[in-house]
């Protein structure tokens, strides 16, 4: 018997919205707004204007299943070198 509520892990899209993540975390949305709104869901929550939205890899590691969907986190700032490194001048002054 298939359970009308069931989700295919594999058509979930980048962020989810509360009800959905719910849902997979077997609560209720009124919890699961509760949660988001005290800062203690168990991942990251994104506030866009009225709306609370769950990144989908950061919700299925909390759950513990494998993902294979990208990073959420942004990439870290690239390092700059220093000019003198990058034109191969001497450091130092006579």
Known sequence: MTDSL????SSL?????IPTAARLLGCGRSLAYELAKRDQFPCRVLRLGSRYVV??????RALGLPTDLPDTDPPAAPQLA???AATGAAAAHP
Do not use: N
């Open 55 to 60: 990144p989908t890899a950061d919700l299925l």
């Open 6 to 9: 069931s989700l295919d892990l």
């Open 13 to 17: 899209g980048p962020t989810l919205d």
């Open 82 to 84: 220093s000019r003198s």
